[in-house]
């Protein structure tokens, strides 16, 4: 297993978001994670990064145990993180936002580079020199997951991947995932866009209320209507 | 016109003072978003130190320059380590309490280990003379300071855009939780900055020391006028800074020539102009 949550209780302040989630992502699989708005798929990847720390259960990596760790020792264990605001660092041009990602990246062997990941989102190399705070919309998305790949990560966490994307641009990020998945990054995504996750993702999780509701491979999940409507439809 | 390009020269080497303290206050808040009110107490203690090696060690200039940036670089660790660190994310003012207790307890250590007597410079001998511009005697050592100013800002200007440490800065500076889930060390980080922001202050401090007087109450005074050079070039720009500096200091040394009494006056009305245009300051929002 790349990825086991088992049991994990996280708490903003003083309310409970997440009430015992547990999950798993085996390697080489690109999992989806789904559920409706404020269901707990953020809280559950902050949760895996040490953003906003578990007070209860084990999350492990590649069989090491991550909970109590913070995020910067989160990413030197190999996980990539996009979240879904980009978080984009707004003074360094993109190719600086990627070469400090690779930089830092302690997994060295890894073979992500700069010009990998504009074959992969040819639209970056043309931005290339232009500040990450000039960028539109969809190229800092695009950005915010060529920086966790370079990262060279055994795991990438994608939040929202394909919100706010243009169908053309959705399509194109579909096939780049798979991509991504084909050269051995095991993908763990949150993200609404239901038709998206078919194209994408092997497997599901549907959160609702903080816990895990469902679980099935994703073309399973899309034939069963009753799930679909108690749980995704919009 | 000598007099108005003699004495602009002088207002440009009393902007590089100007400059180093605004440099590190701009650090420290534009990287960590520390408003260190006592950054001017780490000129002082800059100041302190160099004239401790020189005047009582012996020690020659640059040594006593090195003891200085050693002496505040401790300080400014053990201060963001103990102290400023367990405030980052609290609101404000326990910044501004915290940072204002921290002059006071400069202001008296410096009484207890220096007295209170004022202190004397002596200029090494490296830069005594003066040399005719314009027809008039400049002192070596104000040319140097100009010298030594725009070679800290070229300094500072390639280690935040050409090393890996800089981008690190500015990366962490506006997105400090993603630069942590990428892989760097915050807590490393903002020490290292810190320490950094308050190295440039030693600088200043330490530089002053053959032509001002050491007191203990200079750091007040420093950082009132750091804070008017960075509310006029915009809080947390470096550039800001450096212009900020360039303006109070070549504008108040050409008051006291020609409408010498309101000069103070002056400066404040061109910081109250600059906050009524622009209340960002000139450059803020950029860094
Ligand atoms: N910083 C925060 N402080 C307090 N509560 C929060 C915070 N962030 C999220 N929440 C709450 O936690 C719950 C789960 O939010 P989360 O962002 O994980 O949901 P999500 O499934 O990612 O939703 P979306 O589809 O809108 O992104 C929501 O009820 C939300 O209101
Ligand atoms: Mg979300």
Redesign the interface.
Known sequence: MVLEVNDIVTFYGQSLVLDGVSLEVDKGEVVALLGRNGAGKTTTLRSV?G?TPPRSGSIKLLGIEIVGK???Q???LGI??A?DDR??????TTE?NL???G????RKNGDWSVERVYNLFPVLRDVRTRKGGFLSGGEQKMLALG??LM?NPALALIDEPSEGLAPLMVAALAKAIREIRDTGVTVFLADQNVRFCRKTADRGYIIEKGTIQYQDAMKNILENEEIVKKYLVV | MSNFIFQALNGLSSAMFLWLVAAGLTVAFGVCGILNVAHGSLYMMGAYFAFTSFQILGLNFWLSLVFALIGAGIIGFLMERFFLRRIYDQPIEFQLILTFAFILVFDNLTKMIWGTMLIIPTMPSLFQGTIPIVGRPFPIYNLFIIFAGIAVALIIWVILNKTWWGMKLRAAASQREMANAIGINIPMLFTAAFVFAALLAAIGGALSTPIRVCDSGVGGAVIIQAFVVTVIGGLGSLKGAFVGALIIGVIGALCTLYVPFIELFVLYLIMAVVLIIRPQGLFGGER
């Open positions: 990064m953003l913070v995020p910067f989160v990413a030197a990539g993180y979240p978080r984009i660092f707004p003074d360094l600086e070469l400090l990602a930089h830092l990246s302690k920086r966790a990262t």
